[in-house]
């Protein structure tokens, strides 16, 4: 079967900094397009940042410069590295894997990010 496994989520002060993992099983995350995803309250999902099989990584402009997503294949995880956070970046996170032309779509169970004063 196919598991992503999310964890670090939790709560933050403003300009503090979260580490998110996405470990997969059953699949290899170097393979897949991996992507996080976030939902706020009240809002659609949003693709944050991306990092294709071929480890080119994307964001969205909200979060460039603060936000780095990365990937360590020996561990088969995908992390996304959150610094200076904001209350706007409040919102459930999500790992999703991707193969190509969308044959394989997978989503994990999400993880919780508040950041509040």
């Known amino acids: 079967q196919v598991q992503l496994v999310e964890s670090g989520g939790g709560l933050v002060l403003p300009g503090g900094s979260l580490r998110l993992s996405c470990e997969a099983s059953?699949?290899?995350?170097?393979?897949?397009?991996m992507d996080w995803y976030r939902q706020a309250p009240g809002k659609q999902r949003e693709l944050v940042a991306g990092?294709?099989?071929?480890?080119?990584?994307n964001y969205v402009d909200s979060v460039k410069g603060r936000f780095t997503i990365s990937r360590d294949n020996a561990k088969n995880t995908v992390y996304l590295q959150m610094n200076s956070l904001k209350p706007e970046d409040t919102a459930v996170y999500y790992c999703?894997?991707?193969?190509?032309?969308?044959?394989?779509?997978?989503w994990g169970q999400g993880t919780r990010v508040t950041v509040s004063s």
């Open positions: 999703n894997a991707q193969s190509r032309r969308s044959v394989q779509n997978y």
């Open positions: 059953g699949i290899a995350v170097n393979m897949y397009a």
């Open positions: 990092i294709t099989s071929g480890g080119t990584t």
